[in-house]
C-alpha cells in the first residue's frame, strides 16, 4: 500500500517536528531559568559585566545610531507624503516622536543588535565549546551558566533599554534634519510639537520593549553558542541560528508586548 | 587494612543515542599512582574522563573518589569535589581572552580561595618557571604562543592550585618527539614531586612508558586490561599486544 506508505511517513515526519519543536523549547526554557537564576546569586563577576557592557552596549552604538537617523529621516519623508494627501503635513513630528520611540527604535536597534551581539556571542561561546574552554571552565570550578552567560544577559538587559532611548534621540533628530531642511518645518515648531505630543508612555514602553529584546539577543547567542555542534560548520550553524531565532523572537515578541502595552 | 582507591568505577556506563562509548568500565586509581589509560580513537577515553570529572553524566554504575560517590552532586559539594582537580585538555583549551599569567592563576582568582592579584600572578609566574617558561611568557595572550608553549601553559594552569588529582588528555599530541618527550618528563617530575594522583590518556606508547606507573587498556567501552607499566611487553593479553606493538592484525578491528 504505497499509499498508506506515505502517509505514514508524512504523519511521522509531522509528529518528529513537533516532538523536536517541544524538545527544543523545553531545553531553551529551561536553560533561560538557569541563566536568569544565576544572575541572581552569587559569585558575582563584576568584571566580567563590565566587559560584556562595553561589548554589547557601548559597541553597538554606532550600528543603532546610524540605524536611527536615517529610520527617522525616511519616516519623516514617508509621513509628509502620505499625510499630504489629506493635509496632514503638521502630523510628521508627533508621528516620528510616536514611531520611534513605540516601534521603530527599539525593534530595529534590537534587529541590528541581534545581528551584531548575538552572531558574536554565540560565535565565541561555540568556539569555547569546541575547543573545551567550557569544559576547562567546569574543571576549574567554575559555572559556566555563571560565569560566561550570567554576565551577557544582564549586559544585554540593562544596555539595550540605553541604546534604544539613544536611538530614540537620535531618529527623532532624523526626523527633525529632513523636517528642516527638507520638508520647510520650522525648527522651533518642529521640536515644540515633538515635546508636546510625546508622553512618557511612549518612552517608556518602548524602553521596556528594549529590554526584553536584549534578554532575547543574549539568551539565544548564549543558548545557540553552548550547545553548539563540532568544528567551524557546527559554530557557523550556531551563529546563523541564533541570528535567525533572535530576529524572529523579537519580532513576535514586539507584538505580544505591543498589545499588553496598548490595548485595541 | 586495604588502602581507599582515590578514584573508582563501578560498571560504568554511558551511551550516546545508539552508540554505546561505554559498556561497564571497572577501574581503580590508587592515590600518588600515575595511571595511563591506553585504547584507539574513539573508545571511550575522554569520555571517562569526563564521567569522573561530572561533565557527562554516566547512564550507569557509580564513579567514587576518595571513597565517596560523585553522582549528582551540585554547587558547593561539586566546588568542593572539583578543588580536587587539575586538568591538562588535548588542546589545551586556554581562555583566549585572557593573558598566559590569568590563564595560570584563573583558580587563584576566583570563588572561595580567591587571592590578591599581586599574589595570584606571582603564583602563576613559578609555576610557569616550573613547567620551563620564562616571565615574559606571562603577559602575552595564549594565540601568541607555540603548541608547545600553550602545553606547558595548561600544564601550568593545571598545578597552580596545586590537586590532588591531574589529569592529562592526550598531553603530546601534535607535539614533535623532541618537545613530546620534554612534557612527558615535567609531567612524571611534577606528578612525583606533587605526590598527586594522575590519570593520562593516550595513545603515544613512549608516554605511557614514561609517564605511568599502572596501565589500563580500553577497547569497546570496557577495559581489557590493567598491570604495571612493565608488564606491556610480557602480557598474553590480545588487545594490549597488538596496541602496544601497533599490529594491523589482532582482535582490534583497523578499518583500511
Request: aromatic share 6%; glycine share 12%; charged share 20%.
Amino acid at each position: 500500500m504505497p499509499i498508506l506508505k506515505a502517509l505514514h511517513g508524512f504523519v511521522a515526519s509531522i509528529g518528529a517536528t513537533v516532538i523536536w519543536l517541544c524538545q527544543a523549547t523545553g531545553s531553551l526554557s529551561l536553560f533561560a531559568a538557569s541563566g536568569l537564576s544565576h544572575v541572581f546569586r552569587p559569585p558575582y563577576y563584576p568584571g566580567e559585566i563590565g566587559r560584556q557592557i562595553m561589548r554589547i552596549g557601548y559597541f553597538s552604538l554606532p550600528v543603532v545610531g546610524m540605524t536611527a537617523l536615517f529610520t527617522g529621516g525616511a519616516l519623516a519623508l514617508q509621513i509628509f507624503a502620505g499625510g499630504s494627501r489629506f493635509n496632514a503635513e503638521s502630523v510628521v513630528p508627533s508621528i516620528v516622536a510616536i514611531g520611534m520611540t513605540r516601534e521603530l527604535g527599539p525593534v530595529l536597534g534590537g534587529l541590528m543588535v541581534a545581528g551584531r551581539v548575538s552572531a558574536s556571542i554565540a560565535a565565541e561561546l561555540g568556539t569555547m565549546r569546541v575547543t573545551e574552554q567550557i569544559d576547562a571552565l567546569s574543571t576549574l570550578s567554575t559555572n559556566p551558566m555563571k560565569y560566561l552567560v550570567a554576565p551577557r544577559l544582564l549586559a544585554a538587559t540593562l544596555t539595550m533599554p540605553i541604546l534604544a532611548f539613544i536611538g530614540d534621540v537620535i531618529g527623532i533628530m532624523g526626523g527633525f534634519l529632513v523636517g528642516v531642511s527638507r520638508l520647510d518645518f520650522n525648527a522651533t515648531t518642529y521640536i515644540k510639537t515633538t515635546w508636546d505630543f510625546l508622553e512618557a508612555g511612549d518612552v517608556t514602553s518602548g524602553l521596556i520593549k528594549a529590554a526584553v529584546f536584549g534578554f532575547i539577543i543574549a539568551m539565544m547567542g548564549c543558548y545557540q553558542g553552548y550547545h553548539s555542534g563540532r568544528g567551524a560548520q557546527g559554530v557557523g550553524r550556531a551563529t546563523t541560528n541564533a541570528v535567525v531565532t533572535a530576529s524572529i523572537l523579537i519580532l513576535a515578541t514586539n507584538y505580544v508586548l505591543t498589545e499588553a502595552l496598548f490595548p485595541a | 587494612m586495604s588502602q581507599t582507591a582515590k578514584i573508582e568505577m563501578l560498571g560504568v556506563q554511558k551511551r550516546f543515542g545508539e552508540n554505546r562509548v561505554l559498556r561497564g568500565v571497572d577501574l581503580s586509581v590508587a592515590p600518588s599512582e600515575s595511571m595511563v589509560i591506553i585504547g584507539g580513537s574513539g573508545t571511550g577515553k575522554s569520555v571517562t574522563l569526563k564521567c569522573i570529572l561530572g561533565l557527562m553524566t554516566p547512564d550507569g554504575g557509580e564513579i567514587k573518589v576518595d571513597g565517596e560517590n560523585v553522582a549528582g552532586k551540585r554547587g558547593a559539594a561539586r566546588e568542593a569535589l572539583l578543588d580536587k582537580f587539575g586538568m591538562l585538555f588535548q588542546g589545551g583549551a586556554l581562555f583566549d581572552s585572557l593573558l598566559v599569567w590569568q590563564n595560570v592563576a584563573f583558580r587563584l582568582l576566583q570563588g572561595k580561595r580567591k587571592l590578591p592579584k599581586d599574589e595570584a600572578r606571582a603564583i602563576a609566574i613559578e609555576k610557569l618557571r616550573r613547567v620551563g617558561l620564562k616571565e615574559d611568557a606571562a603577559d602575552l595572550f595564549p594565540a601568541e604562543l607555540s603548541g608547545g608553549m600553550q602545553k606547558r601553559v595548561g600544564l601550568a594552569r593545571a598545578i597552580a592550585a596545586e590537586p590532588e588529582i591531574i589529569f592529562f588528555d592526550e598531553p603530546t599530541t601534535g607535539l614533535d618527539p623532541i618537545m613530546a618527550d620534554v612534557i612527558n618528563d615535567l609531567i612524571r617530575e611534577i606528578v612525583v614531586e606533587m605526590g598527586a594522583t594522575a590519570v593520562t590518556i593516550t595513545h603515544d606508547m613512549t608516554s605511557v612508558r614514561k609517564i605511568a606507573d599502572k596501565v589500563a587498556m580500553i577497547h569497546e567501552g570496557v577495559i581489557q586490561w590493567t598491570g604495571p607499566v612493565g608488564e606491556i611487553d610480557t602480557t598474553d593479553n590480545a588487545y594490549v599486544h597488538q596496541f602496544v606493538n601497533g599490529l594491523a592484525e589482532g582482535p582490534i578491528e583497523a578499518i583500511r
